[in-house]
């Protein structure tokens, strides 16, 4: 079965450094591997994805992700984190097979805190 | 362009009463989603429609959950006798390639359903 874990429910960083929000997942086949975050009160945005090719994905807003298949992680990066950047952050691996074709499964997500 | 709507923002019902919860998916995009999420937790899915069909409702709940999407756009996600476990935030996701390893899912504001 696919899955996608988020070891840490809370993160804080101090404006200015680098932030990392964890991520580990178990798939049978390929991984496709997907990071959202939510804002208070809205919905998902999409910030990268991790299909296949280099391991480390660029996204939005200066995010990046690093995939890591022996050790079955994909980490969310930024190198400088910003107090705007405070939101709750979901990882997620997509199902690729026949009948449940297209299916997320998501993380318990992590919340992230950025202090002046 | 226009995201994905959904309509209402905010429902609260009485225990027992019917509800019924509107997605308006980005235009052109074929494939259309439901997720529910509940409080602390990720999203998890309930039914996928490519089109008109439903081509995938094994994460519906239970039988008093069911969906449409009558002409291939909007899509309506119905609930019948609706109990106090249902208050959750029901998410709408549309994509234009679902059988593409590439797909991305992208989610609307949701609407967050209270019963009392």
């Known amino acids: 079965a696919q899955s996608v874990a988020q070891p840490e429910d809370q993160v804080n960083v101090a404006e200015g450094n680098p932030l990392t929000v964890k991520c580990t997942y178990s798939v049978s086949g390929n991984p496709y591997l997907f990071w959202y975050v939510q804002y208070p009160n809205r919905g998902l945005q999409f910030l990268l994805k991790?299909?296949?090719?280099?391991?480390l994905v660029k996204g939005s807003y200066g995010f990046e992700a690093e995939f890591n298949k022996s050790q079955t992680s994909f980490h969310l990066k930024k190198p400088s984190a910003l107090v705007s950047d405070s939101a709750l952050y979901f990882c997620a691996v997509r199902d690729i097979r026949g009948s449940t074709l297209g299916r997320l499964y998501f993380g318990r997500g992590t919340q992230l805190t950025v202090w002046p | 362009g226009a995201g994905v709507s959904q309509t209402p923002s905010n429902k609260v019902t009485e225990k027992g009463k019917y509800v019924e919860l509107r997605c308006d998916p980005i235009?052109?995009?074929?494939?259309l989603y439901w997720y529910r999420q509940s409080l602390g937790q990720g999203p998890e899915f309930l039914i996928y429609f490519q089109g008109t069909g439903a081509a995938d409702d094994s994460g519906l709940p239970n039988d008093r959950f069911f969906a449409v999407r009558p002409e291939g756009s909007v899509s309506t996600l119905k609930i019948q006798r609706t109990e106090r476990g249902d208050s959750a935030v029901y998410l709408c996701?549309?994509?234009?390639?679902?059988?593409?390893?590439?797909?991305?899912?992208?989610f609307g504001p949701g609407t967050r359903l209270t019963v009392l």
């Open positions: 991790y299909i296949t090719g280099d391991n």
């Open positions: 235009s052109g995009h074929t494939a």
């Open positions: 996701a549309s994509s234009l390639q679902p059988g593409q390893s590439r797909d991305t899912q992208y």
